[in-house]
């Protein structure tokens, strides 16, 4: 698979392996930036919610889910960020390959806590506005929407090789 992946970049694009190597880091350092900036500032967020006079309202189940999404955006943030100390450390080293396999880890990991956090978020929100019931369905709606579109959807058109050799056909 590796060496059909190489030929086809090659006989596609009539690129190199240093050249891949590149365009897959661009496109990683990219869709970081996205991600990156709105995990920040969500962990910012929730970093100054226990000093909200609110804040004290919280049943304890709702203080323990607040302690989880905090952990998750914080934890979301490290593997997101995670990208450009591994680029740095091994910046001249000739071992793009590994930063760039990974990135892409550290990018789905951080991605899956990403939606935890932001699930979690949801129900904090309609939990404090509307109630505990409405916090819990919306942070199932919202759970469900992040591993749909997030995941199932991407998952499903990465199995779905015959339309991608349909479509490039030089592609074996």
């Known amino acids: ?14 690129e190199t392996e240093a050249q891949r190597l590149d365009r897959n880091w661009n ?15 969500l962990t910012g967020f929730l ?3 226990p000093f909200q006079s609110r804040f004290d309202e919280l049943s304890d189940p709702m203080r323990w889910l ?3 999404t905090v952990t998750a ?5 490290v593997f997101l960020v995670a990208p450009v100390s591994t680029h ?15 990135a892409h880890i550290f990018d789905l990991v951080g991605l899956v806590l990403l939606g935890v956090a932001l699930s979690g978020v949801a129900v904090l929100i309609f939990a404090v506005v509307i109630g505990t ?9 919202f759970a469900v929407l992040f591993a749909l579109v997030w995941g199932v959807y991407p998952w499903y058109r ?15």
């Open 88 to 102: 740095r450390l091994l910046f001249r080293r000739r071992r793009l390959d590994e930063v760039v396999r990974a």
């Open 27 to 41: 496109s990683l350092v990219q869709e970081a930036r996205i991600v990156q900036t709105g995990v920040q500032l």
């Open 73 to 77: 955006s914080i934890v979301a943030t």
């Open 133 to 141: 019931i409405a916090g819990v369905i919306a942070g199932c709606c």
């Open 66 to 68: 607040y302690l989880v």
């Open 158 to 172: 990465r199995g779905r090789e015959a339309d991608y050799r349909s479509e490039y056909p030089g592609r074996q």
């Open 1 to 14: 698979m590796v060496n059909d992946e190489h030929m086809w970049n090659w006989e596609a694009r009539g």
């Open 47 to 49: 970093l100054i919610l």
